[in-house]
């Protein structure tokens, strides 16, 4: 983990602490009944939301009036038993992958849930899955990087880091044929997609946690070092570091204009993505670890004092504040250009929110196991 002494830190050493904590307990009950809570994100395809939620259930959700349409075990009693789930799934035309702590990567059919293959990583999954062609990206905490074929679950390679800290809860972006990620080991790894072979290594001074983003060629990752760096995706040549006042956790996002990224501290960053320029900073009021998603001309973020603030994109001027009444900690998802946000908190619920209104919609809760 970082290693910062200041006193504007130590509130935030013992947040990470206590994910950290968290984990170890969902991992110490295995694949059996845990009391740690996940905080896994939202899918979206088609009509459907996708939810794999932190107490051991999967479900398919109608996004418009969240009813659940199929859940995976399909009943109590079930001889498949989930741990927690903290990484979002992915979606591929026909199928749903999902990963849990216990390290097991689920592939299920979109249609009904039921379990078409299983793999088994090294340890303990808490970064998101990614599809890149037909290959499916499991990090671990074991300090790998697994690709499998996504028709049949075959592993293809493994990469590892470089350290033996080197857990890896970011979840992988792929351009132009590079897989780029972060690690507790303070480093990001380009690897190449196809033969699983390192191609740079950046060391941060930080654990990073976040998803890259690429865009033009170019990935920007933030770490535990208080600094966002966009770096070459071909070359790992860092072409500026920006620095905030804090750790950035949550993954950065872009309109297509300018990169936006926020820091533990609640600070939220709006910057030119040639140059790494800020063009303005706002207080959003409380940390912020959930990834941040563009909404029109507002950008939506979600605080860790469970309220959803949308900004505008122009000047960083607050628009909506509601509350959520749970922390979310899991990424937000957007699939209707008439503004509608679905996020999932702590209780397993899962919210339609309009950002460009403020208002609330439709509240599912997932069954329980």
Known sequence: MARHRGSRSRGWVVLVAAAAALLMVAGCTGTGRFTAKGWSGLAAAGDSLYFASGNGRIAALDREDGKITWVFPPAQGSAIQLSAHYGTPAVSADKLYVGDYSGRVFALDRKNGTQLWQYTAGGPIVGGLTLAEDKLLVP?????????????????????????LGKVWSTPAVGDGVVVFGSLDHNVYGVDLATGREKWRLNTGGAVTGRPLIVGGRAFIGSFDRSLYAVNVQTGQVAWKATGGNWFWASPTTDGQSVFAATVDGVLYSLEPASGTVRWKTKTGAAVIAPLIPVGDRLAVVTDDGKFRTFLIANGQEQWVLDLEEKVRAQPVVISESGVVYVTDLKFRVRALNALRGTMGWLAQLPSS
């Open 140 to 164: 671990s905490e074991d300090g790998r990087l697994a690709v499998l074929d996504a028709e049949t679950g075959a592993q293809q390679w493994r990469f590892p880091a470089a350290d033996s």
